[in-house]
């Protein structure tokens, strides 16, 4: 059997996908769910989801070596538990075991963001890279890192929390409880939050009638309104490249990858992230001058990458 | 041969030492060194202190397979090239060209904060572990880290720079040029500017006088005086304990260790520091109530650490 399995758990959609031998997706689904169901009624669409994308390719289940799932939160991989998972809110599920009793062949679950890097080193942005550190903006800030073409995930499984390292210790709050986390300046919520503050500072500032028009401030408020040359929207954009700026460089300064790949849907903001972010980000990197920085790009595969991650656990 | 050699250069002395097969020193000496003087002077010092050390021994420097020395700064394992010495101020050195010249046996070199953790792992208070992160506090923050019982230290070999990595981004200014690093909160400098800023913001305290005695502020004014019941010291110490465990925190949530070893003359304050270290640390550490955190310990070796764990760097 050529093909792979993997299942993306999201917050609002489970979404399914079978690879061929060329790591292409012959056939996918998205369920829609939510995370207020019970976890016993999640597993079971999760279940049903992975048989019918199964036969949807023309296979069953079993015809499968193993199938991979990726889901938000911290996942002990010796016991099977979803330890943890932020914004979801579940403790200590039992999240494997409760997914074996519909699915007859082994499962390996891995966090997201994990799964994100893992299909972006095999089959994305980062195809022939040996070391790379991934970071996926959004609610919160995922974090992935490949060393030496291994997943790397702490030494019990639940680490490279990324978006709780510390940014600036007893600054904003973060969802997690703690002051100053990376998550509470560089994800798109918080983002949004910066947004918010400028547009109460400048009610001259076009982002007004923007976010009137798209009916609520997003991740995408203040960098449409920079690019039509709104001063404070651009304030909004430096102050905002700078937390992520800063964020890479203590990466590169401990890990020092080959690259570094943003996910998201930020990411499609070349000039006015990405650019800007390999322009600075030696400002914010031990040395960066001597030793020198990697490059930031873009990761290529989206959505796509938690399926294409999550049917390669197994090997990573 | 059973014996290995090791070499600690530091800032102000060069100590070489022979292991036996138990990995004790058997014989060791100290060369007191200069970063002011020329590099192909040190080394040569160097050399000479390494076969010194051999001979004393009871051996010559050809007996060895090979020889490890530990420097402060970045190496590049690639090329030799001792790539940035932030405190001694060197800038790509060729240090193991140089030393190639005096030296018949294959070298290896490598961070001194590396080597520590290594000289640790391998005989210290980290014997058994498999997974293993240490900071050593002194005028810098050193890191270490030990992942599956091999020395991690970026993917080019120059990362797991932890005392630059943010803590408060804006903030203190770090002497590599950056604002709001580790090393500008976690230090002994920094805690010795810390000291320095309360005794001038409290003219009553016992640390002016201690000070006095002692013939200048050090990174024991606090720790000392707080003993003793001096309030503005124990601010001192609380504070410091506070950045340390944030450090700490950060580093847990990305690597999950089974242990942190803390290094440097600061670690023998037990209660003080350690017993607080591991009473708080949790509440700068991601998920720490559901996933735990590991054990805060002091390093045992000493200076030694950097001695036995450069005599290890070839099988690292």
Redesign the interface.
């Known amino acids: 059997m050529k093909y792979r399995i993997g299942v993306d758990m999201g917050g609002t959609a489970i979404k399914a996908g079978v690879i061929d031998e060329n790591n292409r997706i012959i056939s996918k689904i998205s369920i829609p769910t939510d995370p207020s169901l019970s976890f016993e009624v999640i597993v079971k669409d999760l279940a049903d989801g992975a048989k019918a994308v199964a036969q949807k390719s023309g296979f069953s289940i079993e015809d499968f070596p193993c199938m991979g799932v990726g889901m938000p939160g ?1 996942l002990n991989p010796q016991t099977g538990l979803l ?2 998972s ?1 914004n979801v809110g579940w ?2 599920v039992p999240f494997q075991k409760e997914l074996e009793k519909h699915i007859p062949i082994p499962i390996y679950i891995g966090n997201d963001a994990n799964c994100a890097v893992i299909g972006e080193a095999i089959a994305g942005a980062a195809k022939d890279r ?2 790379v550190v991934m970071l996926t903006l959004g609610t919160g800030v995922g974090g992935g890192i490949i ?2 073409r291994k997943l ?1 995930c ?9 978006g ?8 904003e709050l973060c969802t ?1 409880g ?1 002051k ?2 990376v998550e509470a300046y560089a994800s798109v919520t918080a983002l949004i939050r910066q947004t918010r503050a400028m547009m109460e500072l400048h009610p001259e500032s076009t982002m007004h009638d923007y976010a009137k028009r798209e009916g609520n401030i997003t991740g995408r408020t203040s960098f449409d309104c920079a690019k039509l040359g709104d001063q404070a929207a651009l304030n909004v954009v430096k102050q905002y490249t ?2 992520l700026a ?2 890479i ?2 990466l ?7 690259v570094i790949l943003i996910g998201g849907g930020l990411s499609n903001e070349k000039d006015f992230l990405l650019g800007r972010l390999n322009e600075c980000v030696g ?2 990197t ?2 960066a001058d ?2 020198g920085i990697p490059p930031i790009i873009k990761a290529e595969l989206g959505n796509d990458a938690g399926i294409i991650g999550a049917a390669y656990l197994d090997v990573m």
Do not use: Q, W
Not at 154 to 162: F, I, K, N, R, S
């Open positions: 911290s330890v943890f932020n403790k200590n040996k070391n060393i030496d790397f702490g030494a019990d499984g639940m680490g490279v929390e990324l709780h390292m510390f940014l600036v210790l007893d600054g997690c703690i100053g986390c700078r937390y800063a964020t460089g203590s590169v300064t401990i890990f020092r990858p080959e400002d914010y031990f040395a001597i030793i």
